[in-house]
């Protein structure tokens, strides 16, 4: 409750865009990125920060071609 890091990254299956159709939420101040497992294999994001202006300009999660 003391810190608000900008991104938190995930990697857990349950939670992954398979199961929850999302792969970011917004969790008090911080962004939670979740990319988890595909059936076909892992998955991975990709997330461009505004490190200056302190925001995630975007998220992508990706599946390896």
Do not use: F, W
């Amino acid at each position: 409750e003391k810190r608000h890091p900008l991104l938190s990254l995930h990697g857990h299956v349950t939670g992954s865009p398979d199961v929850t159709g999302e792969c970011q939420e917004m969790v008090g101040q911080t962004t939670a990125v979740n990319v988890g497992q595909h059936a076909e294999g892992l998955c991975y994001a990709v997330v461009e920060v505004d490190v200056a202006g302190r925001r995630i300009v975007r998220v992508e999660a990706r599946r390896p071609q």
